[in-house]
């Protein structure tokens, strides 16, 4: 594998994530109507995650690109679940409220931490 | 010297990013469920201030402090399993007397705790310190052994069966019939001593019937609370006797309720295309009328009369050949012994037209040689005729219509006359087809007293001339029956209301299954219960039924112009204030109303105008929207925040306060690790880790029969409020057993709705004595707990308003019940939360209670029901986790924000009579302690909220900075 290709392995594969997250998450808004968060606010920054993923596959001027990466991968995450905690609460407490998980949800959390996985090593790799 | 270090920064910026965005995430979380973080930091958000405590402790404790209570709690409790413990089968083996020997066998199988989920669950301390089977009995002086070899030489022994379930689901079908464990413990204490005594533990009528002639004796005792176990082993030695009587009909077989046929999960067959959430189950109670002792009673007369083809194949589980009522049944609802005999005289009956009521006066003497209490039990049968056959009313052959308890009598003699006063509209019938209310048919009407149902009914068809020889199980006694006979059908007097002269018509015709689809059900009719016998009810939902499930913003769209219709639309004065400062912020400049002056009011009392006048659009909105932790303050009318509890067995919290001055309401807390003395025993506990919720099961409170009792209960409910710090329980549940499989079986009083509702009433009453708003719950048509969010219960009007509302009715209007939660299902398509019909229509405008209505724990955006539509349909508060105030999310579309409330007249009209409602019953609570005429009441921000914008922003600049300084220091050295 060459020297450019190696480069750009981690950036594409960490946007592939973050368009994962950001395409589930709209799933999830479409199939589930509660939701603590401000839906519109959270796609949004889950598609600046996106949007600055992609920079970061041509260029990493300054560094600040993989920085913003790793950041959003965390914005985007967060503000997902900061209005899905009714899921996980209702479903440790045994499922009384007859209410489970949603797949879309889980995929939102898989593949955001991916994404911070990708993007934490490209941060600690940078010099 | 090298200031940037890269790697440093880099890695400190790493964990800043992260740490910013989760405590920002989390604080955003925090606040959306501000009411669940404050309820569980036991924070106020709300503090009374200059409070003069001088004649402002509206209710104080009867006792000196939290020792003295809890010792006459405990023997309360006592007096509670020993009156509610049923003694079914005696062949002289019971009582054991002091010093006899007795074998024990499955001791651990003795039920304690009728808890479960929603009620929580007890200290690992209240566990611990409950008094078991073997303490109590060796407390009555019993010498007790569990050991097998000592089992010949015991004077008997005990084998105990138990089972409990509890919320969330229903026991498993087939639970019920005796597993090989139990099977071996019987062959064993069978085999090793002749007199084998069944204990049968919990509320659950557990297949025992093989074996019932194998044993000296049966005992039922249901979930027998914290000290109970005592009061069951006084029953066993002798120290009182029994005299409690089943709240069940005992069938030989679990499976033969009719209403087993429609019992557990059913979905629809086209669910793909319901979208709504929680909206693919149903349940159809096919049965009609006929649950419990009405299926069997009625059946069995009319196998007695050779009519409807009774003695048919349907339904039959233990009898061979055709059905047969012995075969069928062990033991009859309302059935118990007693260790004495009594003889009962009907001296007088009469009626009172005026208040549509009748006195049963009946004497009761003991004849027998031990002391005993007895309960005088008063059934009516009312005609079966043409007209409803035609019309499709059903009758049982004999329902509970009244009830009163003795004292205790002495032996050889002592007697007693009590008057059993009669609600005559219960013996009314809803014609839901013909006349659209409530009717008396002509013919013959029987009033009977009987030890149980079976014996009622056996006393009223030795009055019709029938025998042993027909079919009857017994010879019946024809002198404990009144009859008379009226002469016309009556479709006027019980057409209205007897509590505030409602006109009385159909308003459920929608959750009968046949209004959806014509002719799906047909209903079990004793016209001929071969050929109606309940089949499963396998559905695919109409077109219509579709449409109704996934309009789920049924407000919004504007299809309830009915329901908009039904609602005045009023203008309303209040402050249009949307936020805690700026109600603060008028409170410093102008005066507050004080509403603990409406106490003694009545609802209507035109001063409330005043009061309402001074809500702020916000107060109102936190008065509505949260419920779950708190009823929220309102400073502008002067009423403090007060919190709640959860559980049928009483207030599922520590206690928190030793003593209570009664004049200054001065509290002592109880100090960690402080100990008291038990009231029975010497045995000491630590007060700190004790709960109040150590009460006998609903179900043994029920079967005492005894209504003192259940009101003392109600009183001990206002004294723990006191001790614990807490203004309201949702605490009585009220919904029938259907079937034997019922979950909640130990928190449902009875297969009864008038025994429901005439043991209710008295606690209730006992509780708002003692200052503890008691929400009685789960209104209505929540039978069974698999599927209970969102489930369709299909039933028809009749069987709805005489079996299940029934349950509700005594306690909404003898019991002034202050408080009511809607059921988790839906009655019919549309949830009981939204149900105008239920909760205004019934229940105030029939009914005319002027309790505040609350929803079980669902969010009100959840898609179950319209959270706008619910509040102008009449309910008055959320059982909600949220923050009514969030702006984001879909909290901010729904009814919780103020600024939605304030921009809706209808909206804004309704949750001021919610908040009337809710500060009504509110004030009549220990909620308003301390608070006298110079008392104010000011919000407050609870500390961890500016604790965490601060936290946030720190962390943020953290982040920015340490993002920049390692962006600058990493670029530095590339350049060099």
């Given at each position: 594998m060459s020297t450019e290709k190696r480069k750009k392995g981690l950036p594409v594969t960490s946007s592939v994530f973050a368009f994962l997250s950001l395409f589930c998450y709209w799933l999830l808004t479409i199939v589930s109507k509660e939701s603590g968060e401000n839906t519109t606010l959270v796609l949004i920054l889950l598609g600046i995650s996106f949007a600055v993923h992609l920079v970061?596959?041509?260029?990493?001027?300054?560094?600040?690109?993989?920085?913003?990466?790793?950041?959003?991968?965390?914005?985007?995450?967060?503000?997902?679940?900061a209005g899905r905690v009714s899921y996980l609460a209702f479903f440790f407490c045994g499922d009384i409220m007859n209410t489970g998980l949603s797949v879309y949800l889980l995929s939102v959390v898989l593949y955001s931490i991916i994404s911070i996985v990708l993007d934490s090593i490209q941060v600690a790799k940078n010099k | 010297m090298r200031i940037f270090k890269t790697k440093a920064w880099k890695c400190v910026s790493m964990v800043s990013i992260a740490l910013s965005a989760l405590l920002v995430a989390g604080t955003t979380v925090a606040n959306n469920y501000s009411p669940m973080v404050n309820g569980f930091l036991g924070l106020q958000t709300s503090k009374v201030v200059d409070s003069e405590n001088g004649n402002s402790q509206y209710y104080t404790s009867d006792y000196a402090n939290l020792e003295e209570m809890y010792q006459n709690k405990v023997k309360h409790i006592r007096e509670e399993a020993r009156e509610g413990t049923v003694l079914l089968k005696n062949n002289g083996i019971l009582p054991l007397a002091k010093g006899k020997k007795v074998g024990v066998l499955g001791a651990n199988n003795?039920?304690?705790?009728?808890?479960?989920?929603?009620?929580?669950?007890?200290?690992?301390?209240?566990?611990?310190?409950?008094?078991?089977?073997?303490?109590?009995?060796?407390?009555?002086?019993?010498?007790?052994?569990?050991?097998?070899?000592?089992?010949?030489?015991?004077?008997?022994?005990?084998?105990?069966?138990?089972?409990?379930?509890?919320?969330?689901?229903?026991?498993?079908?087939?639970?019920?019939?005796?597993?090989?464990?139990?099977?071996?413990?019987i062959n064993t204490a069978k085999a090793a001593n002749k007199n084998m005594i069944f204990l049968v533990s919990g509320d659950y009528s557990i297949e025992i019937g093989a074996y019932v002639k194998d044993c000296a004796a049966i005992v039922k005792a249901g979930n027998m609370g914290f000290r109970g176990a005592y009061g069951l082993a006084d029953v066993l030695t002798g120290v009182v006797s029994p005299s409690g009587k089943l709240v069940d009909t005992w069938a030989a077989s679990s499976y033969s309720s009719p209403a087993m046929e429609n019992w557990g999960d059913f979905e629809y067959a086209n669910k793909n295309k319901i979208m709504a959430s929680q909206a693919n189950k149903y349940v159809s109670y096919n049965e009609g009328i006929y649950t419990d002792y009405r299926y069997y009673e009625t059946r069995y007369e009319d196998c007695v009369l050779s009519q409807g083809n009774a003695n048919g194949s349907a339904g039959v589980q233990k009898s061979s050949g055709g059905w047969s009522y012995s075969s069928e049944v062990l033991y009859s609802f309302g059935f118990g012994l007693s260790y004495t005999t009594f003889e009962k005289k009907i001296e007088d009956v009469s009626f009172h037209p005026e208040q549509r009521t009748a006195t049963v006066t009946v004497n009761v003497k003991n004849t027998g040689n031990v002391d005993g209490k007895e309960v005088v039990e008063v059934y009516a049968q009312t005609p079966y005729t043409q007209y409803d056959k035609q019309n499709k009313v059903e009758k049982s052959s004999v329902q509970l219509v009244g009830f009163e308890k003795t004292s205790t009598l002495k032996a050889n003699g002592g007697e007693e006359t009590v008057k059993v006063e009669i609600p005559m509209q219960w013996l009314a019938s809803f014609d839901y087809t013909g006349a659209k209310t409530y009717i008396m048919d002509a013919g013959d009407y029987y009033f009977s007293i009987g030890n149980g149902a079976h014996d009622a009914l056996n006393n009223i068809l030795e009055v019709k001339g029938k025998t042993v020889a027909n079919g009857m199980t017994a010879k019946g006694n024809a002198s404990l029956v009144y009859s008379w006979k009226q002469n016309?059908?009556?479709?006027?007097?019980?057409?209205?209301?007897?509590?505030?002269?409602?006109?009385?018509?159909?308003?459920?015709?929608?959750?009968?299954?046949?209004?959806?689809?014509?002719?799906k059900v047909t209903y079990l009719t004793r016209s001929d219960w071969q050929g109606t016998y309940p089949v499963t009810v396998k559905l695919s939902a109409s077109d219509d039924m579709i449409a109704s499930l996934n309009d789920t913003k049924k407000y919004e769209n504007g299809k309830w112009n009915d329901l908009k219709d039904r609602v005045k639309e009023q203008e309303v004065e209040c402050l249009e204030l949307y936020d805690d400062a700026s109600v603060n912020s008028y409170l410093a400049a102008n005066a507050a109303e004080n509403v603990v002056a409406m106490r003694g009011k009545d609802y209507d009392d035109p001063a409330w105008e005043t009061i309402l006048n001074r809500l702020s659009i916000y107060e109102m909105s936190r008065l509505v929207a949260e419920g779950r932790y708190f009823i929220n303050a309102c400073p502008s009318v002067t009423f403090a925040q007060g919190t709640g509890g959860d559980g049928p067995v009483g207030i599922l919290k520590n206690y928190r306060y030793y003593s209570i001055d009664q004049t200054t309401g001065e509290a002592v807390e109880l100090k960690k690790d402080q100990t008291m003395q038990d009231g029975i025993t010497n045995d000491v506990v630590t007060a700190t880790l004790l709960d109040a919720g150590m009460y006998t099961s609903e179900c043994v409170l029920a079967a005492t029969w005894n209504k003192d009792l259940a009101f003392e209960r109600g009183k001990f409910i206002g004294e723990d409020g006191l001790y614990t710090g807490t203004s309201y329980l949702w605490g009585l549940g009220t919904n029938l057993h259907r079937t034997p499989y019922t979950g909640r079986m130990a928190e449902y009083f009875s297969a009864d709705g008038v025994l429901n509702s005439m043991i209710g009433a008295p606690v209730t009453r006992g509780s708002k004595e003692k200052g503890v708003v008691l929400v009685v719950k789960h209104f209505a048509g929540n039978e069974q707990d698999q599927n209970r969010i969102g489930v369709a219960t299909f039933t028809n009007e009749q069987a709805f308003r005489e079996n299940y509302l029934r349950a509700f009715e005594g306690i909404a209007t003898y019991g002034e019940m202050q408080g009511i939660m809607t059921a988790y299902n839906r009655i019919g398509i549309l949830s009981c939360t939204a149900e105008y019909d239920l909760i205004t229509g019934v229940l105030r405008e029939e009914w005319g209670s002027t309790a505040y209505t609350m929803s079980d724990l669902n969010s009100p955006t959840s898609g179950l029901y319209d959270g706008n539509a619910a509040i102008v349909a009449g309910l008055s508060n959320f059982l909600n986790n949220g923050n009514f105030n969030a702006t984001s999310g879909s909290y901010a579309n729904c009814t919780l924000n103020p600024k939605n409330i304030g921009a809706d007249p209808l909206l804004l009209a309704a949750a001021?009579?919610?908040?009337?409602?809710?500060?009504?019953?509110?004030?009549?609570s220990n909620q308003v302690n301390g608070i006298s005429e110079t008392s104010h009441v000011e919000f407050i921000t609870p500390w961890w909220q500016p604790t965490l914008i601060t936290l946030d922003v720190l962390c943020v600049l953290a982040a920015v900075a340490s993002s920049a300084l390692y962006v600058i220091s990493a670029n530095r050295k590339e350049e060099n």
């Open positions: 970061n596959v041509f260029t990493d001027v300054f560094k600040i690109p993989t920085l913003l990466c790793y950041a959003f991968d965390f914005i985007g995450l967060f503000g997902a679940l | 003795l039920m304690f705790d009728a808890t479960s989920g929603g009620g929580g669950f007890h200290s690992d301390e209240v566990d611990a310190k409950k008094t078991g089977l073997i303490d109590a009995l060796k407390f009555d002086g019993l010498t007790v052994t569990e050991e097998k070899s000592e089992f010949a030489s015991a004077d008997a022994v005990i084998v105990v069966l138990g089972r409990h379930w509890g919320e969330g689901s229903d026991m498993p079908v087939g639970n019920l019939i005796l597993t090989q464990d139990e099977v071996e413990r016309a059908l009556d479709t006027t007097t019980y057409s209205t209301s007897v509590y505030t002269g409602a006109k009385i018509d159909n308003r459920f015709d929608d959750a009968d299954l046949n209004y959806w689809i014509n002719g001021r009579e919610a908040s009337h409602r809710i500060l009504y019953n509110f004030i009549h």
